[in-house]
């Protein structure tokens, strides 16, 4: 069971994720901008964040970096969502401070395994 923060502007992949991290009994938070995100991800302190790299205004690798650097969440895992996975960009992904990414279109079957590894990654914290 984890405590998992969203930062999605498009809310179909919003419902998809949030219903299946509900439907296995994770606790889900969610966000529809960067700004709303860090002020929730201190707010709350989830177990990790799902981060959209295209929201409005403040993009994902900015939300990352603010997240990074900021005391409070520094520690909180982060995994990007993103269609935007081509070699350039994993290498933007993780140089923001993510630590690993998930592509765009979610897929339904793979979707919570690939969150939950992220969840057991060496580097994570572990969830309460
Ligand atoms: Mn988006």
Redesign the pocket.
Same mark, same amino acid.
């Given at each position: 069971m984890a405590h998992i923060l969203i930062i999605? !502007? +498009?809310e179909n +992949?919003l419902y998809l994720s949030t219903f299946i991290l509900e439907k296995h009994g994770h606790r889900v938070s969610a966000a529809r901008d960067g700004a709303e995100g860090i002020r929730l991800a201190e707010e709350l302190h989830p177990d990790l964040i799902l981060l !959209?790299?295209?929201?409005?205004g403040m993009d994902?690798y900015a939300v990352a970096s603010n997240l990074r650097r900021a005391e409070a969440t520094a520690a909180i895992p982060i995994v990007a969502v993103t269609s935007y996975a081509m070699a350039g960009d994993r290498e933007r992904i993780l140089a923001a401070g993510c630590q690993g990414y998930i592509e765009k279109p979610i897929n339904p079957e793979t979707f919570l395994d690939q969150v939950l590894a992220h969840l057991r990654s060496p580097s994570s914290p572990t969830g309460a």
């Open positions: 999605e !502007d +498009n +992949n !959209d790299i295209q929201l409005p994902g």
